[in-house]
């Protein structure tokens, strides 16, 4: 099953914004969107926001996700020491019947 | 609060079954989907199964397909996953995550290791 795609790094000084992406198809992040989920080494994946722009309770609004077409984002702004970790999306896709995950992108913050 | 425990992992040789558990609470678990997602060493996440809120139905990755198997047990708040032919591939961390939009709960993972 085809995943995701995200780009295996990105890093952003303290403070700066940080804007990840995560593209694939018609199927999935262009039909019920994407949910967006962070994991520090050695815990389990936290949601972030899920279908696109909703965030779940307690969830810093410096924290932000839309979509375009086939390709959905996650902006983080004001980035400060714990934003620093891995990035995953995932999405429903309806021709596979399954999830699919990117295969996660690195957030350095320096 | 939600809790998600999962159980049954360990060291199991190529070819081998193991029976993964994970105990719900703090939730009504029948009105939820419930999924298994691994993470091999080192590696990202890989979704595995997912079975609906009265097992109505089942979907898998085609990696494990017609080798691992999803249930549940609404009464006992139980998600299970029997896993047959395991192969060394199959090495991860196992976790149940509860389905609302996306995986809003995750349990801390059970660590199978084929070898």
């Known amino acids: 099953q085809a995943g995701l795609t995200q780009p295996p790094s990105v890093s952003k000084g303290l403070r700066q914004t940080a804007t990840l992406t995560c593209t694939g198809n018609?199927?999935?992040?262009?039909?019920?969107?994407v949910a967006w989920m962070q994991q520090h080494q050695g815990h389990p994946p936290k949601l972030l926001s899920y279908?696109?722009?909703n965030r779940p309770s307690g969830i810093s609004e410096r924290l932000s996700a839309s979509r375009s077409g086939n390709t959905a984002s996650l902006t983080i702004t004001g980035l400060q020491p714990e934003d620093e970790a891995d990035y995953y999306c995932s999405a429903w896709d309806s021709s596979l019947s399954a999830w699919v995950f990117g295969g996660g992108t690195k957030l350095t913050v320096l | 609060d939600v809790q998600l425990l999962e159980s049954g992992g360990g060291l199991v040789q190529p070819g081998g079954s193991l029976r993964l558990s994970c105990a719900a609470s703090g939730f009504t678990f029948s009105s939820y989907a419930m999924n298994w997602v691994r993470q091999a060493p080192g590696k990202g996440l890989e979704w595995v199964s997912v079975i609906g809120v009265s097992g109505r139905y089942e979907h898998y990755a085609d990696s494990v397909k017609g080798r691992f198997t999803i249930s549940r047990d609404n009464s006992n708040n139980t998600l299970y996953l029997q896993m047959n032919s395991l192969r060394v591939e199959d090495t991860a961390v196992y976790y149940c995550a509860r389905e609302s939009g996306g995986f809003d709960y995750w349990g801390q993972g059970t660590l199978v290791t084929v070898s």
């Open positions: 279908r696109n722009n």
């Open positions: 018609s199927n999935n992040v262009g039909d019920e969107g």
